[in-house]
Every structure is written in structure tokens, then in C-alpha cells.
């Protein structure tokens, strides 16, 4: 059987995952082999390095310029110097995400109304990273259950369209899917199968 | 009985009308949201037995039929939106101060529904606060190997109104009745319990449980479904309320 959450650019046409199939041990073996496939993929490509310079600081303080905050936000869950105000904000894109299932270029600093492009995959690749960060530093299990939930989705979105990659996308886009994996088979190793 | 309940076709909502007649807590009046009654839309679905769980249902009984063999009042309402003006009012016409909701799932109820002198009920399937949100049962799978559910008084805020009774049950069932099977029965089982606590008088109910935190969860991901259901394989069975 097929993995059916990556068949289409899921950006252009997103799915709601209501009601979705169950489908025993198969589904998670094309689950696997979806994954499988994407990094076989993206490991044929060379070149890149994951610790990028910061982009400029952004001019007008009345925007929030998603791909500016979320690298330093992933720069500083990687040093583990964030604080209360860093977990806030996961949360509200974690919301943002699962009710639209997308994620904009830019939002409005008073109420994070959505502005800019939809489509900038190093938004969404910026973002998986942020929530294997953030799976492991949260404590409490559920939170980690919700965070894990938008991870899978994201890379659903990130599989995809993997053929639109850019290079500086690849690497953050391997690690998030392989950070997917380790969640993934642990849960899988309580399940007795 | 002095309760009205608030119903659209679907197996929710076919579960609990049918539940609610068969042990005698038979709303005084129902409104039902969309008018889609199809005869011929009959499905395969089998309804089997599901431990700790003594309902049942027929999924391809519709609400009105179970109404009309009741004899319940029943005004139908071209809407799936229970927000709008036309439910407004004729909530804001019945008789009764207690309303069971099984209207469509996923939207909150805004102002004015809530002000009309109505207390709206919801059988929601975690426990809370901890499991708000949207298919919170599987995710109460996968941690805690049970599936929760609350009887709560609605309120403006997702899943944060006033807990009065919930249940927890530890189920095995077929993989594939979760969505169409468990979830509306699990509900049943429990708005039926709380039925049985306040002797069948909604109006009765008293907070149990402080409501206000708590983590809100968004549609399971097809692979946390199946880990979810493959974990619960291999439990035991049990349940208790309260």
C-alpha cells in the first residue's frame, strides 16, 4: 500500500486528516517507507551547511518576520536559553499551523495576522526543527503528544514537495525528519507488535 | 424528564437519541440541525460489543425515525451552524432550562445561543483539563492506555466549561470503530451515568472540576491513530465514573 498524506503539494491543497484511515501494520510500513524515501532523496544531493547566519534584522518592528524569529528562536532552543515568552510562541504557531495548515512569511506583531507568501519552505523547515527542540525540552507528556502531532504534519508537507528544496532547505528538512524517526520508534518500541 | 437535546444526523447523535429513549431518559423536545434525512444512504457499518459499554446503536436508524417512534417534538433547522439566528431563537422558545448538545462537531458556540436561559451540556471524549480539543481519546491512548470522557456545561472557550461528571474506560475494540463506534458510544455511556446521578435532572448538576488550563489538541495525525489503536490492542478492560 501507498502513503496516501504525501501524494499532492499539500501547501497549494491541504488536508484536514479528519477521519483518516486505519490501516494496521501497513499503514505505518508506508508511513516508513514515505519517510524512507524522502531522505534516500535528499541524501543524493550535496552541498549546504546547516548553521546559517542570522538574515538581516528586519526593519519595520510592526511585522513579524517569521523566517528572522524562527532561526534565532531554533539558535537559541538549540542552546537551551529559551524562557517562558519562546514556549508561548511555539504554541501559538503550533496553533496556527493545525488550523490552517500552513505558514506565512510574515504575520502582524500586535495579533499575528498572516501576511506575505504561504509557500517559503524554509518557514516550514525552520519550524519542524523548532518542535524536535521543543519535544525534548517540554516536560509534560502531552505536550510533547501535541508538538509531535504538527511535526509529523509538517514533514507530510515538507515530503511533498521535496523536489522543490532548495539547498539551504535539504539539511534542516533531514534533520527533521530523522529527529521524526527517533520520536517515532520510540513510541513504536511501547507498542508491542 | 425536562431537558430538550440538540441533534444532526449523524452517528452521535443516532446513538445517543437512541440510548437516551431506551433507558427512559427521553428528552421533552429536540432540534435538529440540517435536513438530510436520506433513507437510502444505509450503511455497513456492524455495531458489535464493546466491553464496559452496554449501548448500542443502529447506524442506520436516523434521528427522526427514533424521534418519531418516541413521539418526541422535534423542530428540524436548515443549518449546520448552531450560531445562527434562527437556532438562537427557537432555543431562546423552548420550555426546558437544560439542553443535551450533539449538534456538528468542532464549532463553539458564540453569544447569544449561550445567554438564552438554556444550560448546553456536551459529552466530550477526554478527560479534562488535560485532553482538550479535538480527538483527544487517541491521544489518551497512546499515554495513558484509557479513553476519558466529560460531561461538561458549555461554555464560551473550547472544552473549558464547568466539568459535572466524567468516566474513564479502558477499551478494546475493533481497529476500525473508533471514529463511528467508540467515540459516540463512549459519549452515550457516559451523558447516560450522568443521566442516572442527578436523576435524570441536567439542572441538578454541580461543578466538579476546575476547568480553566489544560492542553488543547488538534486532529490526530494517521500515524498516531494507528499507534494509538495498535497500543490499545493489548489492554485489558475496565471503567469508572464519577
Known amino acids: 500500500m501507498y502513503y496516501p498524506y504525501t501524494n499532492r503539494d499539500l501547501i497549494e491543497s491541504p488536508i484536514t486528516y479528519e477521519f483518516s484511515q486505519y490501516c494496521g501494520i501497513d499503514g505505518l510500513k508506508a508511513y516508513e517507507a514515505d519517510r524512507e524515501n524522502m531522505l534516500s532523496f535528499l541524501a543524493t544531493i550535496k552541498g549546504g551547511t546547516f548553521e546559517q547566519e542570522l538574515p538581516l534584522q528586519p526593519d519595520n518592528n510592526d511585522i513579524f518576520y517569521s523566517e528572522f524569529t524562527f532561526r534565532k528562536l531554533l539558535q537559541k532552543l538549540k542552546s537551551n536559553r529559551t524562557d517562558e515568552e519562546d514556549y508561548k510562541l511555539i504554541e501559538l504557531f503550533i496553533k496556527k499551523f493545525e488550523v490552517s495548515k500552513k505558514l506565512w512569511t510574515m504575520y502582524t506583531k500586535n495579533n499575528y495576522q498572516k501576511m506575505g507568501e504561504d509557500d517559503n519552505l524554509q518557514i516550514y523547515c525552520l519550524f519542524a526543527n523548532i518542535l524536535g527542540e521543543y519535544y525534548d525540552l517540554v516536560e509534560l507528556p502531552e505536550k510533547k503528544m501535541i508538538a509531535f502531532n504538527v511535526l509529523l504534519k509538517i514533514n507530510d508537507t515538507l515530503s511533498a514537495v521535496k523536489e522543490k528544496l532548495l539547498e539551504r532547505q535539504r539539511l534542516l528538512a533531514v534533520s527533521a525528519i530523522k529527529k521524526e524517526k527517533d520520536i517515532y520508534s520510540a513510541i513504536l518500541s511501547e507498542v508491542n507488535i | ?242
Open chain 2, 1 to 242: 424528564m425536562s431537558y430538550a437535546i440538540m441533534l444532526t444526523d449523524n452517528n452521535r447523535s443516532r446513538a445517543y437519541i437512541q440510548n437516551l429513549v431506551r433507558t427512559g431518559f427521553v428528552p421533552k423536545t429536540a432540534i435538529v440541525l440540517g435536513n438530510n434525512w436520506d433513507m437510502k444512504s444505509k450503511t455497513e457499518l456492524q455495531i458489535g460489543k464493546i466491553p464496559m459499554i452496554d449501548e448500542w446503536f443502529d447506524c442506520n436508524e436516523s434521528v427522526y425515525e427514533t424521534l418519531l417512534k418516541a413521539e418526541i417534538d422535534y423542530k428540524t433547522i436548515d443549518t449546520k451552524n448552531p450560531n445562527e439566528e434562527t437556532v438562537v431563537k427557537s432555543i431562546s422558545e423552548i420550555n426546558e432550562k437544560s439542553l443535551i448538545y450533539s449538534g456538528p462537531g468542532g464549532i463553539i458556540l458564540k453569544e447569544p445561543i449561550l445567554s438564552q436561559g438554556v444550560r448546553f451540556f456536551h459529552a466530550h471524549p477526554g478527560i479534562l483539563p488535560q485532553y482538550k480539543g479535538s480527538t483527544t481519546f487517541y491521544y489518551s491512548m497512546i499515554l495513558q492506555q484509557k479513553i476519558g470522557c466529560s460531561v461538561i456545561e458549555m461554555a464560551l472557550k473550547l472544552d473549558s466549561g464547568d466539568v459535572v461528571y466524567e468516566y474513564e474506560f479502558v477499551i478494546q475494540s475493533e481497529p476500525h470503530d473508533y471514529d463511528q463506534v467508540v467515540d459516540p458510544l463512549v459519549r452515550t455511556h457516559t451523558l447516560i451515568e450522568w443521566l442516572k446521578s442527578v436523576d435524570g435532572k441536567p439542572t441538578e448538576s454541580k461543578k466538579r472540576v476546575q476547568n480553566s488550563d489544560g492542553n488543547t489538541f488538534y486532529i490526530i495525525h494517521p500515524v498516531l491513530k494507528h499507534l494509538a489503536i495498535l497500543k490499545t490492542q493489548n489492554t485489558g478492560n475496565g471503567g469508572s465514573g464519577e
